[in-house]
């Protein structure tokens, strides 16, 4: 473990360490941006070798565990994976559980489940969507009803990302049908082998099932499980950390793709193509602005500034920015597009039609679209 | 403001510009200065001389205030806020780079005149229409003697002094061409923005030495910078404009009553201004980056296109949809919202247009990896 205050260092010494330290030890095998996610035994691996080695939980305050480093150098971390080509890590736990427990939770909520976070032991997932709650989640349904010390709860979640290999859940689940649909909803913890529930991986567009419906029938969650209280899980729901809702709007997946779109380009012979450089030079520069924005932003959310209207605009601009390139990686490689597996060629084993498939989701997950759109016009117009 | 930050200088040059041009800018402003003759008011340029406009970027011994690139540029923003036509970036930045890296008693008695906002100077250095970055002069200083031929030249008018960029027997030069001058020929035509542009026929014109501002390598990087630095100031105009006919389009919407609601609670229409409020923000994020890349010399990276892309793109597509959603009023000439988008027109087109931007910045990003 390093012991050293990692505050302490320059930025530039802190960001040296950190790459080195990904230079000698991150897997060779994952290094494949966009189309990789750690997942299960990956991505305990990852959370225990990062812990060991001092790196785990950046955003975490120190009297639970983490680093509690600056926002300014979370944001440095993000750089280098980005620059490393790192894989993607949901790390459910870490970055939307921890939170929640740390201003809501009981002090044995908290020592209970923190450190097997911290070490990789624990894997969470977030059930939050359901088949008739999705962009207005607050009209979820799965009930819990008191029994004993028990809650008793019974329904069904969807879109539950990587619930196969997680080993507990945080669940919102319906306490209250009788006030407004936000003031009857609590927040609950449960492990994954508890009897009456049930996971069925959902097969994605990507090839991938690692989106999973979760059953819940007659599900008995002890009532120790409670985080924050009763009929206040739509409040307790919003506590994030650090650099989350930045992350969100951040032009990585945007800028990897258009590495992409650049190296197809260049070994198809498309340089010269009038066509194609219009649009890649278009492409260009919403990657560029929106780094720009996102740069000029991170460093207001450093001195404490936070514009809540232009992060929502910021992911809604990012997505859209992916969305468009992998359109156009599609474009550029042309008859191959049909393709089931059409890869750049030997030397990268990226699957571009996964590149495309991964975009699509990306502006439905973490609040629509058009959610945001909306939140942003309240936020900017007023309320309508 | 939200993630935009001013310095203290830069917010108290904005604050003085608010003030300033809640009076002498505006719509009312834009149309005396349009139905103007000469395109240009210089009771008001006199005036903003005083408050040290003209001379931002002038030495103090000619009577400049000496300051950077980064101060002018919320100025620059307030000013395309306002709609103001007046020569800030031709004349304040442009020919005030050329002038404060200008050698000689007659770049001194042009840079003195500029401060005190006695006249604006223009300088002439295009020679087609259109286009991105700075290309070989074909007009030719050789023995004392100008001829060639430049076009677009801007801001021009009767009273304002000539700057003109061409190659000289050791490399490029800057002279300062009296427009009365025997051999100089001028056709002007108006702009958009109410001001009057000059193509400029040089027959064989005699300049003398001591008309010479700058030459050589000095000559070629203070051309560099005048262009970079205006290119840059242009956008942040740009930009303020496409702002302020945001806001001006988001009152008449607030106002406007159709089908028993104003037509700002629809939300087809909610997020279309989204998307334009978010064009905008990227704008003022691009147009900021290229500023600090300006002022660490980095010129010729994708900052300074990308900047003028996206701030000619966010004003054009603010103009399209600020009609729209003004409805045929919008399509009047009373509505001042056809002055925004006139006003757009020449600013996005002059200094290179958006799609010739987009092509530069890719291309200066496919050419910097190898670097």
Known sequence: ?????????????????????????????????????????????????????????????????????????????NEEMERHRCARVLDSGGVL????????????QRSR???????????????????????????????????????????????????GCADRIFVLVRTNKEVKKQAGISFLLADMDTPGLTVRPILNLADEDELCEIFFENVRIPAENLVGALDQGWT????????????????????????????????RGLAEDAGVTDRAASLFCDVHDLAALHSQVADAAIRGEVDNAVLGMMKVLATEAFQNISEEILNVIDEDAGLQTPTIGAESPLDLRKIYMIARPSTIYAGASEVQRNIVSNALMGKS | MGWRTDDE?????????????????????????????????????????????????????????????????????????????????????????????????????????????????????????????????????????????????????????????????DGPVVVAVDPSASGVTLVVARATDGTLTADVVFDDVRVTADAVIVEGDAARVALEHAIARGT????????????????????????????????????????????????????????????????????????????????????????????????AFGYTDEADVGLYVHCALRWSSWLGGASAHRRAALMAHRGGKGA
């Open chain 2, 9 to 169: 200088l830069q917010q108290m040059l904005r604050d003085s510009a608010i003030a300033f041009l809640g009076d002498a800018g505006g719509p009312g402003h834009f149309r005396a200065v349009r139905a103007s003759e000469t395109g240009f008011d210089a009771d008001t340029w006199r005036r903003m001389a005083e408050l040290g406009w003209t001379g931002m970027l002038l030495p103090e011994k000619l009577g400049g205030a000496e300051l950077g690139l980064s101060a002018a540029l919320p100025l620059a923003e307030e000013l395309g806020r306002a709609l103001a036509p007046e020569p800030f970036v031709a004349s304040a930045i442009m020919a005030g780079t050329l002038l404060a890296r200008g050698a000689g008693p007659v770049a001194a008695a042009l840079a003195t005149g500029l401060a005190q906002g006695h006249q604006s100077v223009t300088l002439a250095w295009q020679e087609r229409r259109g286009g991105v970055g700075i290309p070989a002069f074909g007009t030719r200083l050789a023995a004392g003697r100008l001829q060639g031929a430049k076009v677009h030249v801007p801001a021009w008018h009767p009273g304002s002094a000539l700057l003109v960029a061409a190659q000289g027997d």
């Open chain 1, 236 to 267: 307790v729901a919003k506590a994030l950390l650090g650099d989350e809702r930045i992350s969100n709007g951040a032009p990585t997946l945007p800028r990897q793709a258009f590495e992409v779109l650049e190296q197809l380009i260049e070994t």
């Open chain 1, 113 to 163: 489940y923190l450190p097997a976070i911290l070490r990789g032991e624990d894997l969470w997932c977030q059930g939050y969507s359901e088949p008739n709650a999705g962009s207005d989640l607050a009209s979820l349904r799965t009930s819990a009803v008191r029994d004993g010390e028990a809650f008793l709860v019974n329904g069904q979640k969807i879109w539950t990302t990587l619930a």
């Open chain 1, 97 to 108: 559980l921890a939170p929640v427990l740390m201003k809501y939770g009981t002090d044995a």
């Open chain 2, 232 to 327: 840059v100031a242009l956008s942040a105009q740009l930009e303020g404009l496409a702002k302020a006919l945001w806001h001006e389009t988001l009152a008449y919407m607030q106002q406007r009553v159709q089908f028993g609601g104003a037509l700002s609670e629809f939300q087809a229409l909610r997020h279309r201004m989204v998307d334009l409020y978010s064009q905008i923000e990227l704008a003022a994020a691009s147009w900021r980056k290229a500023a600090h890349c300006v002022e660490e010399g980095k010129l010729w990276g994708p900052a300074v296109p990308a900047a003028k892309a996206r701030c000619s793109q966010a004003a054009q597509e603010m103009g399209r949809w600020a009609i729209q959603y003004h409805g």
């Open chain 1, 1 to 77: 473990m390093m012991t050293q205050d990692l505050n302490l260092l320059s930025n530039d010494a802190f960001r040296a360490r950190w790459r080195d330290w990904l230079e000698q030890n991150y897997p060779a095998e994952w290094r494949i941006p966009i189309i990789r996610r750690l997942a299960g035994d990956e991505e305990r691996r990852w959370h225990r070798m990062t812990y060991e080695a001092g790196w785990r939980a950046p955003a975490w305050p120190k009297q639970y565990g983490g680093l509690g480093l600056s926002l300014e150098k979370q944001l440095i971390l």
